[in-house]
């Protein structure tokens, strides 16, 4: 029984953790993980609800092993994940309330599932620049984003990724999207959402009666162009 464990200093030469190895160990604060390769597998510290702040070793193996590596880690408040990951995997910090600083690196190209469901304290996030898909309910319930912006490189948006984002009011898109599932911004109340004329974000947004600020490009080389408010039948350069 490791659920009175307050302290965790692993040495080199740690090359596994397994599955759950260190779940519900809610009396520890801290962590400090080894820079050798080191494999660490799902759930391995979920439900440690005293940890607060968190830096990956870059030397981390196989990210795509770390589901819902940290879930529920309530403490948790500031992470920054490694350069080189290029999944952010499934779950892996559902429900961490009270997050709200997280550095990704631009090496990561897809967000997993649930990734960030229900870290409603996070209300800024850089999206890396390199990003391609965004998977389902990945920010599900991510009540503190007021504005995002997507990147350029995204070109897939899975269902609920930003459903219950209830103080989302603002989200940029691109043109380079060539697939958004169902009920992405389902009760997001307050949103517009800055699209392309002639883009899939448009019609996605019109179809779902989501209010639009409409881009027309001027020079499409330069990525410039103006902006129609519908809602105040207006253009801005």
Excluded: H
């Excluded at 631009?106 to 469901?117: E, G, L, P, T, Y």
């Amino acid at each position: 029984d490791l659920s009175a464990l307050n302290s965790l200093d692993m040495g080199s030469g740690i090359e596994y953790i397994g599955d759950l190895s260190f779940a519900y160990c809610k009396k520890l604060p801290t962590l400090n993980m080894p820079n050798n390769e080191i494999e660490i597998a799902l759930g391995s510290f979920l439900g440690c609800s005293l940890l607060t702040n968190i830096t990956l070793p870059p030397s981390l193996y196989s990210p795509s092993n770390c589901s819902y590596l940290f879930q529920n880690c309530t403490s948790l408040s500031s992470v920054t994940i490694p350069t080189g990951w290029t999944i952010l995997p499934d779950g892996m910090f559902f429900g961490c309330t009270s997050l709200s600083s997280v550095t990704l690196p631009n090496s990561i190209q897809r967000i997993d599932a649930v990734a960030f469901k229900n870290c409603c304290n996070l209300a800024n996030l850089n999206l890396p620049q390199n990003l391609i898909e965004i998977r389902p309910r990945a920010f599900e319930n991510c009540t503190g984003f007021t504005s995002i912006e997507l990147p350029r490189s995204l070109t897939k948006i899975k269902s609920r990724a930003f459903s219950g984002c209830t103080n989302l009011r603002n989200i940029t898109f691109y043109d380079n999207l060539t697939m958004m599932q169902s009920n992405i911004f389902e009760n997001c109340p307050n949103l517009t959402v800055s699209v392309y004329y002639n883009s899939m974000a448009l019609d996605y947004a019109q179809n779902k009666n989501i209010n639009c600020l409409i881009r027309y490009r001027l020079n499409p080389a330069e990525n410039s162009g103006i902006t129609f408010d519908r809602t105040n039948n207006s253009i801005s350069n």
